[in-house]
Each structure stands twice: as structure tokens, then as C-alpha cells.
């Protein structure tokens, strides 16, 4: 992996981790998402206009169904992710969601669009995935601890984790097809993939807009953090994938999780601190495999 697409998905992992801990504290459901993605309308509308100048009139039904695709995919992920925020600890989901989701994406970059990784490479992909397992609860999520309430919270986190992690796979592959192959500006697929989670969500809020502006007043706050800076953590790592193979970019995402498990675990006080810094430690030894494989 170049030095470059390497330092992009760093500077990504950190932005990545941030947001999602806001998206926690925030507790939302698919209005906050609908909020979120106004967010990034508005706030990056600037950009999306600049990159789109003079660029739109040459696309054709292959760009405009890869944002439909692509845009439907976040929102289910975005959903499910925050589901999962308010069925079960952060520290559980998020890293089933960000271990799971880069193996589904490489195996297929790999297996469909003929990429090649080395045998360092796999060793990276084996150790984010153990570095993760760490992080999420080791052992303990295999016995779920013996507790009924914790149990079930546990299983929760696993199942949304992991779904979440499939929709992940998917818009990673779609999205790196439009910017690898269609050469695709990354600013323009997220972009003009989120006029795309408006309208899909867009009923959600207005079904009840009374209940909606409620929860706009105590959320718009983490929505305007969020709509700000999550678009960016996603661009570079699109940018990483226009230089990089997409079976390196996407495990090596998870660096997030060591941004997660330093800074999360401590605001959000979800315990395990050294098992999930070791787990972070693994995942760090990883990115650095795929970096050099």
C-alpha cells in the first residue's frame, strides 16, 4: 500500500472512531439519520457543487445507478448501526461492524475483481480480525457471560454488529467499483449518495414532525458533528482506494478501532481496557502488515 493511501486511511480511522461516538452519545434512530444527512447537505454542499461542476452532464445510467445503489446501502447501514448504539454496547458493535465488514469486502475484491495480496497481507487481515475479536469482548462473547440481561445485550451487539458489518461489504464494493473503475470523484459519490438517504429517510421525520422537531432540538448538535465530518473520514479512504487495492484499504480501516478502544472505552466506560487495548495493539500490527503487504 502506498505511504500515501496509508496515511489517508489513518487520518480516516480517527475522524471514523469520533463520529461514531457521537453517534452513540446521541442514541438516535432514523430520524437522526434523516437530520444527519441534511447535515451533510447543507455543510458540504460547497464542495459537492464545486466537484460537480462541469462533471455531471458526462455521466450516464452506470453513475447515476451506482449512487442510487450506493446511497440506499448507507442508509441501511447508518439505520442498523444506530440500532445497534441503542440495543447494546458501542465496544460491540463497533467492532463486529468494522472487523466483519473489510474481510466481506476484501474476500470479494479478491475473488471478483481479481486482486492479489500477499501472504503478509493475510497475516494483517488474520490479526485485525483477532485484534477486533479482543476488542468486542474476547472470550466473553462466546460465552456471553452468565448473566441473562448481559447475555442477551451481548448477542444484540453481536448480530447488529455483524449486519451492520455485511452493508458495510457491500457499499465498499459498490463505491470502490465507481472510483477505481468508473473513475468516479469520491466527493461525488458520497455527495450525491446522500440526496439519496434524504429522500429514503426523509418519511421517517415526517410521519411526525412533532416528535421530530422534539428530537431535532436535543440532537442537532451531534447530527451538525456528525453530517460535518463523517463525510470526510469517507472520502479519503475513497481517495486511498483510487491508489491502493481495495483488499488493503478495507481491513486496514479498522485502525479506527484503535482510536475506539483509547478514546471511546474511556468516555463511554465500557471496561476491559487492557484486553481491548491489546486487541487495538493487534489491530495496529495489521494495518501495518497490510501497509507494507
Same mark, same amino acid.
Do not use: C
Given at each position: ?9 489513518? !487520518? ?12 452513540? %452519545? ?6 437522526? /439519520? ?31 445507478? *451506482? ?19 441503542? %440495543? ?27 486482486? &492479489? ?34 447475555? %442477551?445485550? +451481548? ?23 465507481? +472510483?477505481?473503475? $468508473? ?17 429514503? !429517510?426523509?418519511?421517517?421525520? *415526517? ?13 442537532? %448538535? ?46 463511554l466506560g465500557e471496561g476491559d481496557r487492557? &484486553?481491548? $487495548?491489546?486487541?487495538?495493539? *493487534? ?7 497490510? /501497509?507494507?503487504?
Open positions: 500500500m502506498p505511504l500515501s493511501a496509508f496515511a489517508l486511511v489513518i !487520518l480516516a480511522g480517527l475522524i471514523h472512531a469520533s463520529w461514531n461516538i457521537a453517534a452513540k %452519545k446521541a442514541g438516535g434512530d432514523s430520524r437522526f /439519520a434523516f437530520f444527519t444527512s441534511i447535515m451533510v447537505m447543507l455543510v458540504w454542499a460547497p464542495v459537492g457543487l464545486w466537484a460537480a461542476w462541469g462533471v455531471i452532464p458526462g455521466w450516464d445510467w452506470h453513475e447515476w445507478a *451506482l449512487i442510487l445503489v450506493s446511497g440506499v446501502l448507507h442508509v441501511l447501514y447508518y439505520v442498523i448501526l444506530l440500532r445497534g448504539y441503542r %440495543k447494546a454496547d458501542l465496544t460491540v458493535v463497533y467492532p463486529l461492524a468494522r472487523g466483519s465488514g473489510p474481510l466481506l469486502s476484501s474476500l470479494v475484491a479478491i475473488v471478483f475483481l481479481g486482486e &492479489q495480496i500477499s501472504a503478509l497481507g493475510l497475516a494483517g487481515i488474520a490479526a485485525v480480525v483477532a485484534g477486533v475479536f479482543l476488542i468486542a469482548g474476547g472470550p466473553a462473547l462466546l460465552r456471553a457471560a452468565h448473566e441473562p440481561a448481559r447475555r %442477551k445485550r +451481548v448477542h444484540k451487539g453481536m448480530l447488529y454488529g455483524l449486519l451492520t458489518g455485511a452493508f458495510i461489504a457491500s457499499y465498499t464494493v459498490v463505491d470502490g467499483y465507481a +472510483v477505481k473503475f $468508473l473513475l468516479m470523484s469520491p466527493i461525488l459519490v458520497d455527495y450525491f449518495g446522500n440526496f439519496v438517504r434524504v429522500a429514503v !429517510l426523509a418519511p421517517s421525520f *415526517l410521519g411526525d414532525r412533532k416528535a421530530g422537531l422534539a428530537l431535532w432540538r436535543s440532537q442537532w %448538535k451531534y447530527a451538525l458533528l456528525i453530517g460535518t465530518i463523517s463525510p470526510l473520514s469517507y472520502v479519503l479512504v475513497l481517495y486511498a482506494m483510487q491508489v491502493a487495492p481495495l483488499s488493503h484499504v478495507a481491513p486496514a480501516r479498522e485502525v479506527s478501532m484503535l482510536f475506539a478502544a483509547l478514546i471511546g472505552g474511556h468516555l487492557v &484486553q481491548r $487495548l491489546l486487541g487495538a495493539v *493487534l489491530i495496529a500490527a495489521g494495518v501495518m502488515s497490510l /501497509a507494507v503487504g
